[in-house]
């Protein structure tokens, strides 16, 4: 039976969180002397609210959960940080993920001095199940699992990454940074089944909203209340909170813009076919694509020479000769494709 009695550092049960002069209070109006904040220039001279319990609201019915089963942060990293802080020991505890995929849980675990260990996919990008389970010892307190993942594109099937939670005395991570754009369903409606279970979302890919900084924790009223404890008092700014009630006012925009970007998706691929230099496009459930090139480290260039920005992932395991491509609007794609032709043309497709 999972209890997080026996995960949590014990300095961090111990402790007192900061309590700020607003937690004993919950109304909007009123005199505040509290703070110490200057009574000019409303509304920015206020602290925000430090539990976004209007976010969490509209999210939750949005979502289907209750709001004290949300955490929000300065994006998802800031999550996957707290995570590792509350229940990985300095110094003798270890995180388990696959790899290759998203660089932050690494130095997450880096900053923390959690032991890192990778476990490889299988060479079609699926999960290694069992390998994950070995790995797990007993001074894993956390496995990550990105999906869909960063930055093979695929996502992972749910009984594989349920399969890990079971029996784990850790928490299984699940990172859905992606998961508006998969046609897979997220595994929230899970948390009940998997008192272990974490979900990541944010506010970055699909809300179009990577620029205000809020991502998602999504679990049990205990693990959420740890990450409450530990983290900054006021860690969500009023100006992201403002955007974020408005953008959850307006799923319908998110949901056409993923279908645009699932549109525009279709069209590349369907393009970059046509190219000799490609030598792979592989299965994508995300709003990128990773492509395997020949003359890769020479295209990488050439568009960089040309102010195309793509990501070189010819180096990370797995990934040998493969650019991450990010699905841009219809004019940033088409510019893209017709870099790619003109490097096409002028390369001696011979030479290699
Ligand atoms: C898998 C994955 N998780 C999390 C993030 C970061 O999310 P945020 O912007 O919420 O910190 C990224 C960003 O690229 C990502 O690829």
Same mark, same amino acid.
């Given at each position: 039976m999972f209890d997080l009695k026996k995960i949590i550092r014990k300095n961090i049960d111990r402790m007192l969180p900061y309590s700020s002069a607003r937690d004993e209070y919950k109304g909007q109006e009123g005199v505040f !002397?509290?703070?110490?904040?200057?009574?000019?220039?409303?509304?920015?001279?206020?602290?925000?609210?430090?539990?976004?319990?209007?976010?969490?609201?509209?999210?939750?019915?949005?979502?289907?959960?209750?709001?004290?089963?949300?955490?929000? $942060?300065?994006?998802?990293?800031?999550?996957?940080?707290?995570?590792?802080?509350?229940?990985? @020991?300095?110094?003798?505890?270890?995180?388990? &993920?696959?790899?290759? &995929?998203? $660089?932050?849980?690494?130095?997450?675990? *880096?900053?923390?001095?959690?032991?890192?260990?990778?476990?490889?996919?299988?060479?079609?990008?699926?999960l290694n199940v069992r390998a994950l389970k070995n790995a797990i010892s007993e001074t894993?307190?956390?496995?990550?699992?990105?999906?869909?993942?960063?930055?093979?594109?695929?996502?992972?099937?749910?009984? *594989?990454?349920?399969?890990?939670?079971?029996?784990?005395?850790? !928490?299984?991570?699940? *990172?859905?940074?992606?998961?508006?754009?998969?046609?897979?369903? &997220?595994?929230?409606? @899970?948390?009940?089944?998997?008192?272990?279970l974490v979900i990541l979302q944010t506010f970055s890919k699909a809300w179009g909203l990577a620029g205000i900084r809020l991502g998602v924790a999504y679990a049990s009223k205990e693990i959420i209340s740890v990450l409450n404890k530990i983290k900054y008092p006021y860690n969500v700014n009023v100006l992201t909170q403002n955007i974020a009630l408005k953008a959850l006012d307006k799923l319908h925009e998110k949901e056409n813009w993923v279908k645009n970007i699932l549109f525009q998706k279709s069209i590349m691929v369907e393009k970059l076919?046509?190219?000799?230099?490609?030598?792979?496009?592989?299965?994508?459930?995300?709003?990128?694509?990773?492509?395997?090139f020949k003359f890769n480290n020479e295209l990488f260039k050439y568009l960089i020479d040309n102010q195309i920005v793509t990501r070189d992932r010819s180096k990370v395991s797995l990934? +040998?000769?493969?650019?991450?491509?990010?699905? $841009?609007?219809? &004019? +940033?794609?088409?510019?893209?494709? @017709?870099?790619?032709?003109d490097f096409e043309s002028d390369i001696d497709l011979n030479k290699n």
């Open positions: !002397l509290d703070a110490n904040e200057n009574p000019y220039n409303a509304p920015f001279n206020r602290y925000p609210d430090p539990l976004q319990t209007a976010i969490k609201e509209k999210l939750g019915k949005i979502k289907h959960i209750e709001p004290d089963q949300i955490f929000l $942060g300065n994006g998802s990293d800031e999550a996957i940080d707290l995570l590792m802080r509350a229940f990985c @020991e300095p110094g003798n505890d270890s995180v388990v &993920s696959i790899s290759p &995929s998203y $660089g932050m849980y690494q130095v997450a675990a *880096d900053t923390n001095d959690v032991n890192f260990i990778k476990v490889p996919l299988n060479s079609d990008f699926s894993v307190k956390i496995v990550i699992i990105c999906s869909p993942n960063n930055p093979t594109s695929n996502c992972f099937y749910s009984e *594989d990454i349920l399969d890990i939670a079971k029996g784990f005395d850790g !928490l299984l991570v699940v *990172d859905e940074a992606y998961i508006d754009f998969a046609p897979h369903k &997220s595994l929230i409606s @899970e948390l009940l089944d998997y008192p272990n076919k046509a190219f000799d230099i490609v030598d792979h496009i592989y299965p994508s459930d995300a709003n990128f694509l990773l492509v395997k990934c +040998e000769g493969c650019i991450r491509i990010t699905i $841009g609007n219809e &004019s +940033e794609n088409r510019i893209l494709i @017709e870099a790619i032709s």
